[in-house]
């Protein structure tokens, strides 16, 4: 353990105060080891707490390769969703029919991939979200392609269990057992949605054809983020910080239209221009990414977005309906 902590130390020497702080974040992260299912790789094996090679292999990669590791990142694919929850935390129903987006082609999705892993030597957990995953068509490909690049170590797609999935993907998804997996939120504690709810037949197309998958029972929700006009200097700290964790995004990245945003809120608010005061800047346009801007960006304790949301805490019933809606888009 000390000649460890020594090593570290030895190589921050070497770092720039922005890494330094960068592997200060990452070193929090470790709550993302191990959630899914999947057989782990040598250096992500251990316990919460005692994840003795996770944070060395990756500061060490990234040392050699000067290139940042990007530790959890949800990738909106689409805006359309099968549901229209009221608290969605990605802001579903509040897409319209002027900002709302399709779901991604295999050609849109692949340009925007290799621009981010150019800048990057490793993502740890590439979350696939929408809206609903299993509306975007090319999603075969999409997991087929990720996966063949080798710098994306899970995959985790994100349904609601209103599909099923394609022949094709279930094929991909099978392929690539051992990185790519499903991740079914289950809404069923919501007896409204049980009609719309296929988990069994989910279930049991996924076991049937090989493909790793965890269910997430999503019993409570909290209410979605709300922008105000009046910054907090405070609340951005607190709402960001590691040690409070007040924010559910406090440590995940948010991928939307080609963009790198903080979160669901900040990637919403910029699409309809709520957010697009704020100074200096707080998102990349991945056309603009740099390896170096990646390392400052992730290297920020928080971010002065945080200090004009006010997020809700306030637990209730999990993807209650929007009334006159039954799709959000
Ligand atoms: S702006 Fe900050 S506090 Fe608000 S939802 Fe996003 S990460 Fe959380």
Redesign the pocket.
Known sequence: MHIRKSLIKLIGLFLSKERRDYNKRCEKSEDWINRQKIKPYWWEKGRPGKYRYFMPYIQFRSWLTRKPWIVSIDWALTTYCTLACRDCSHFMTEFTKETHLPPISFEQYKRQLDMLLKHVDGIYNLQIVGGETLMVKDLPQIVDYTAKTGKVKHIIVITNGTMIPKPKLLEVMAKHKGIAEILISDYSSNKDLLPRLKYDELKKTLDDADVSYVEVFDKEWVGV?KYTPDFDRER?RR??SYETR?????QTLHLIDGMLA?????GWGLKHGILNHIEPKEYIPLEELTTKKLYKWLAKPY?D??G??I?DCVPRPNAIQKEGMTCSH
């Open positions: 983020p951005a709402y960001y007040e924010c559910l995004f406090h903080v979160c669901p809120f900040h971010y977005l945080c004009y949301c997020v």
